[in-house]
């Protein structure tokens, strides 16, 4: 399956690939102040699991910031 | 309240944009801003928020000028190192413009105090440095049905949202778990900061305040927008449902 993750695309993930796959594979899923945004909707951390991803999806990783 | 010669004259190149004209700069002018947080974000945009002639700003923060905030948080000079910023900035601000009013908190923003800051201001900037603040003004604000923007640096990225309490998102609801208790393990090694991002974020967030007390439709909200100066990459996302 192809995903387009901050703006790079990739062939190489599995199908019934989901949110929280693709943290664990890139070893980010413990970063509390990240949120997930696929085709432009952001998805709160209690979805991760559930969503799968489909084909050409493009996945927006943003971490929110507290400095000021 | 009608523009005397001279407001006429500071204020020309705003009052000449077809969608503001002197009523807006006169609705500026008696309009109430609470920033909390007196750094670099705050510097920008009080500079900002003060020079289009907002007529009553309130700063809120505890901390004092030092060295490493010099080179992002540009109200300060060496001189003013271990000085109270808001009491610098008030200094400034009302040397900037003679028309604005500058009410000071030299305090830290807390669970105690919050209401009793914040209410009675038309909308609140904030400009803090942590999660924890953060929440608590989107509390407060939600509370006290007073709108907030919210932003937020770190890096070379930002972010802005606006929020109204009871009509749009929260900010917190972009979070299942709030990382409040988690962030200062983080905290050592997020504190880097490139001092641009922190202009363009401010002055998307006081392009918002602005917008809302000019009544603007098109706000960040139920949305944020996300800027990298790294990469130059700038989107908009939509909140979750």
């Known amino acids: ?68 | 309240m009608s523009l005397n010669k001279e407001q006429k004259e500071k204020y020309y190149h705003t009052t000449f944009l077809k969608e503001i004209k002197e009523e807006g700069q006169e609705k500026l002018l008696s309009s109430k801003v609470i920033v909390i947080g007196a750094g670099g974000l705050a510097s920008s945009a009080l500079t900002y928020l003060a020079s289009m002639g907002i007529g009553n700003i309130t700063i809120v923060d505890d901390d004092k000028v030092s060295l490493n905030n010099l080179p992002r948080q540009i109200l300060y000079t060496y001189q003013d190192i271990g000085e109270y910023k808001v009491e610098v900035a008030k200094r400034r601000l009302e040397m900037l413009n003679p028309d604005v009013k500058v009410s000071i908190y030299k305090e830290k923003l807390t669970s105690q105090n919050a209401s009793r800051i914040i209410k009675g201001h038309d909308i609140v900037l904030d400009c803090t440095d942590n999660f924890e603040t953060k929440f608590l003004i989107d509390d407060t604000c939600h509370t006290l049905n007073i709108p907030f923007v919210i932003a937020g640096v770190s890096d070379y990225q930002g972010q802005v949202s606006t929020c109204l309490p009871h009509k749009s998102k929260s900010f917190k609801s972009l979070f299942s778990t709030l990382p409040i208790n988690i962030e200062q393990k983080y905290k050592d090694e997020d504190q880097g900061v490139y001092p641009p991002v922190i202009g363009l974020i401010s002055d998307i967030a006081i392009s918002e305040v602005v917008k809302y007390l000019l009544g603007f439709k098109d706000l960040l909200i139920d949305k944020m927008l996300i800027a990298n100066l790294k990469t130059n990459d700038f989107k908009i996302i939509k909140f979750p449902q």
């Not at chain 1, 790079?8 to 929280?20: G, K, L, Q, R, T």
């Not at chain 1, 085709?39 to 979805?47: H, S, T, V």
């Open chain 1, 1 to 68: 399956m192809r995903l387009i993750v901050d703006s790079v695309s990739s062939n190489e993930y599995p199908a019934h690939f989901s949110i929280a796959d693709l943290l664990r594979k890139m070893d980010v899923e413990a970063v509390p102040w990240l949120i997930i945004a696929v085709n432009g909707q952001f998805y709160k951390r209690d979805k991760f699991e559930e969503t799968l991803l489909n084909d050409g999806d493009k996945v927006d990783l943003i971490y929110v910031r507290g400095g000021g």
